[in-house]
Nanobody, 126 residues
Framework: QVQLVESGGGLVQAGGSLRLSCAASGRTFSNYAMGWFRQAPGKEREFVAGISRSGGSTYYADSVKGRFTISRDNAKSTVYLQMNSLKSEDTAVYYC???????????????????WGQGTQVTVSS
C-alpha cells in the first residue's frame, strides 16, 4: 500500500481559498489514480475530485465543479486540491486516497480506493 499524508487545511472565510497537499510514499506514485473525499459532521464521506495516473484526466463532484482543481506532480509524489470560492458547506475533513491498482476508468466510490490519509480539517466561516 501507499502511505498518504495530507496538509494545508485550516480556517478560511467564505469566498476564500485553500490549497491542500497530499504526499505519498512507499510505492510508485504514478501507478495510482488519486482522489479527494470529504466528510462533514453527521454526514457520510463523499467523493470530491479525482485524477488519472498521468494527470491528464480530472473529474469532479457537481458541488465543487468550477471551484476546485485537482492536480498532481508525479516527480514529487504529491497530489493537490486547490479550493477557491469556498462556501460554509465545504466545511469538512478532507481525505486523499489512492485508487486500487486494478481499478480503471474514473473511480468515485470509497471501495475503489485502497489507501487513505488521516485527513485534514477545512473550516469555512460565513
Amino acid at each position: 500500500q501507499v502511505q498518504l499524508v495530507e496538509s494545508g487545511g485550516g480556517l478560511v472565510q467564505a469566498g476564500g481559498s485553500l490549497r491542500l497537499s497530499c504526499a505519498a510514499s512507499g510505492r510508485t506514485f504514478s501507478n495510482y489514480a488519486m482522489g479527494w473525499f470529504r466528510q462533514a459532521p453527521g454526514k457520510e464521506r463523499e467523493f470530491v475530485a479525482g485524477i488519472s495516473r498521468s494527470g491528464g484526466s480530472t473529474y469532479y463532484a457537481d458541488s465543487v465543479k468550477g471551484r476546485f482543481t485537482i492536480s498532481r506532480d508525479n516527480a514529487k509524489s504529491t497530489v493537490y486540491l486547490q479550493m477557491n470560492s469556498l462556501k460554509s458547506e465545504d466545511t469538512a475533513v478532507y481525505y486523499c486516497a489512492a485508487a486500487r491498482t486494478y481499478v480503471r476508468g474514473s473511480p468515485t466510490t470509497e471501495a475503489d480506493f485502497g489507501s487513505w490519509g488521516q485527513g485534514t480539517q477545512v473550516t469555512v466561516s460565513s
